[in-house]
């Protein structure tokens, strides 16, 4: 007698994004999403698709929940209490550096991608002419779209500022980071300022990432370090670069994975395509 497969209930079934998950029960959901998706791109990919295993793989990934069930879990991890609220380390630098003066040159440009609410920098309206997007929106205002499939040449040096704040570390191929960083690199002003947030073991407790290697690797592509903010025993780490010329001669030794440290680390790495 055949056997029938039970459908499950997806874990996350409701439409409300709240902080009443636990962080490991949301980080454990994203991983699996991560997982699940990285297999998912490297069979659509492939010259000799199964077709049977590519379809076991999305019917986990709409068990789970879909990709609304991955935005919520990111949304949760991106709440006041996990670290989000990032905006206003970029609010406060950008007032630090007096670019709020600059009304004669016109508003600042910031792309905010990842965006989960279109009023984050609602404050700053008198100089910040904000474009927020996100993979699936969930307001009116939020502009949907794959950050990596923007049309370079229609963008290319369009944005004073770009935000990825928690966005780097969940996307699931290391490449797809680095192209991430290339196409914001390509989409700024020439003196364009990109603002990244992650989470801190990202980079505290990485394998193949450290402070350092970060360091280079945004040399590398041409990104100069303004500001840096991180605490010890802390959730977040924030940077603001300047775009600047990059060492493409060195653009090679970025493009495979090489262990920083041993020990219980994490796998997070950010590759150049």
């Known amino acids: 007698m055949p056997r029938t497969r039970k459908k499950k209930i997806p ?15 949301s980080r454990t959901v994203i991983r699996r999403f991560h997982v699940l998706l990285k297999k998912q791109r490297q069979l659509k990919n492939a010259s000799s698709a199964n077709a049977e295993v590519l379809g076991e793989i999305e019917h986990e990934i709409d068990e789970l929940g879909g990709l609304a069930a991955y935005q919520r879990m990111s949304s949760i991890g991106q709440g006041n209490d996990r670290g989000g609220g990032s905006e206003k380390v970029l609010i406060q ?3 630090q550096m007096e670019l709020r003066k600059r009304e004669a040159e016109g508003k600042l440009r910031l792309l905010e991608v990842g965006a989960l609410k ?19 929106s969930r307001h009116p205002s939020i502009v949907e779209q794959d950050f990596l499939l923007m049309d370079e040449d229609e963008n290319r040096g369009k944005w004073d500022i770009i935000s990825l704040s928690l966005v780097v570390n969940f996307v699931p191929d290391p490449r797809d980071r680095g192209r991430m960083l290339c196409l914001a690199h390509s989409i700024l002003t020439p003196d364009g300022l990109l603002f990244l947030a992650l989470p801190l073991p990202c980079v505290e407790n990485s394998r193949y990432l450290t402070f350092d290697k970060l360091q280079s690797l945004m040399d590398v592509l041409g990104f100069t370090e303004v500001q840096r903010k991180w605490k010890k025993g802390g959730k977040m780490a924030y940077w603001l670069y300047r775009k600047s010329e990059g060492d493409h001669k060195t653009l090679h030794e970025y493009r495979r994975k090489t262990v920083c440290r041993q020990g219980d680390r994490n796998n997070f790495a950010i590759l150049l395509p």
């Open 11 to 25: 874990i996350t079934n409701t439409d409300k994004a709240s902080s009443s998950s636990t962080p490991t029960s």
């Open 93 to 95: 630098w950008l007032i």
């Open 118 to 136: 279109p009023d984050n920098y609602r404050t700053c309206m008198s100089w910040i002419d904000t474009t927020p997007m996100d993979l699936r």
